[in-house]
């Protein structure tokens, strides 16, 4: 089941234009210094060298469209696993994920959500932006308008979303120090207590975030260590490549670029001012995408281990030119999926340049071989 509560203008889609230069760290957003980026990479981006490469090179197959990829195997395993999750930590507290309301906060995790959409979870989408590190202004020092409008907007995105069955809420968000998912949870909480008094529903929140489980002393734990958050239960296993995969993407804010809803901060709220619209061709694009990477790959595909379990664990070590070229190799992957026919062209005419340039390389070898057996 999915609700979404929505008004306004549809978000813009864009395509980002590489940049050489390393991407500023979420942790600059927390008033943090970056770590360093050595030698790390999601992986480049495939060469299409030679005369092939003039079939891959329009606007549609090189430039990285959000909206033309593919989720692959580690992409279902990282959901999977972030949402079993979830569903044991529920469970350890006594809490039927069945009887769960989800709430996706925010851009940033719905692809996560959809995907646990899928898997037969019951997620509402909530549109609030902007609260990494701040907290929305106390409920009792607002004017009475301004009351009214974030106790409606709470209850129309939210409560309105329970039904008898349901006896926990979930805030579901993506973040560096969890700040940002603990305000929606209490703001969510408070909303609960003033408009549903007699209410016996309990709220958790899973914050997705690299230092649930790697200490930096930078970073203010709190949120992350707090008693309602899921993954203090039951900690994702960053040994695991889905889960890599899960704390890479969402780190680097990838897909967010896939999210169906524009960014509403969380000021408008008590003003009243509307979230905006739904992106429905964004909406049925990661609808499609989780479709079909589950029909590949399986609901619930078994959690495989790191290559390089040894090698340690940073998802911040990442050149902005590496994102892009992770976002080229999954948009040309998704190109010729779409021409598989026009994509077998393409490998054997990159195949015969490679023969030709051994065969012609060989030749020039032997010809200088027999000159210098001549002068000899």
């Known amino acids: 089941m999915v609700h979404i509560s929505s008004v306004g203008n549809n978000p813009t ?18 008033g943090l210094s970056s770590a360093s980026a050595e030698g790390n990479s999601v992986g480049a981006a495939n060469s299409m060298g030679g005369p092939a490469s003039l079939a891959l090179s329009s606007a549609q197959v090189s430039a990285p469209d959000p909206l033309h990829r593919r989720l692959d195997s580690k992409d279902i395993e990282g959901f999977s696993s972030a949402f079993k999750s979830m569903k044991s930590a529920l469970e350890k507290q006594g809490i039927d994920p069945d009887k769960t309301l989800f709430v996706s906060v925010g851009r940033s995790p719905q692809v996560l959500c959809k995907y646990m959409e899928k898997a037969g979870a019951d997620v509402t989408y909530l ?12 409920f009792d020092t607002l004017s009475d308008p301004a009351q009214a409008n974030r106790n409606n907007y709470f209850d129309s995105a939210v409560l ?6 349901t006896r926990a809420i979930v805030t579901i968000d993506v973040g560096v120090s969890g700040s940002s998912n603990l305000a929606a949870y209490n703001e969510i909480k408070n909303a609960l207590e003033r408009l549903r008094p007699n209410s016996d529903v309990s709220v958790k929140m899973a914050t997705v975030s690299p230092f649930q489980n790697i200490k930096d002393d930078r970073i203010n734990s709190s949120a992350l260590e707090h008693a309602d958050n899921l993954f203090k239960k039951v900690p994702l296993d960053e040994n695991t490549r889905g889960v890599h995969r899960l704390l890479k993407v969402q780190y680097n804010s990838i897909d967010k670029e896939l999210a169906f809803t524009g960014k509403y901060k969380y000021e408008n709220v008590d003003k009243g001012v509307p979230p905006p619209e739904v992106n429905q061709s964004k909406l049925a694009a990661i609808e499609q995408l ?3 990477a589950v029909d590949k790959y399986g609901l619930e595909p078994e959690p495989t281990q790191r290559s390089r379990p040894d090698k340690e664990f940073n998802p911040m070590l990442m050149f902005q030119k590496d994102v892009d070229a992770w976002k080229q190799k999954q948009s040309n992957q998704a190109w010729k999926e779409d021409h598989p026919n026009l994509s077998r062209g393409i490998d ?6 490679v023969a030709a340039a051994g065969a012609g390389a060989a030749y020039l070898a032997k010809q200088m071989i027999d000159q210098q057996n001549y002068e000899a």
């Open 13 to 30: 889609i864009h395509t980002p234009a590489p940049v050489e230069q390393a991407s500023p760290s979420r942790l600059e957003s927390h």
């Open 127 to 138: 549109q609030l932006s902007g609260l990494s590190g701040k907290s929305m202004q106390s």
């Open 160 to 165: 309105s979303k329970l039904n008898d069955d």
């Open 290 to 292: 989780v479709d079909q």
């Open 348 to 353: 054997l005419a990159k195949g015969l340049v």
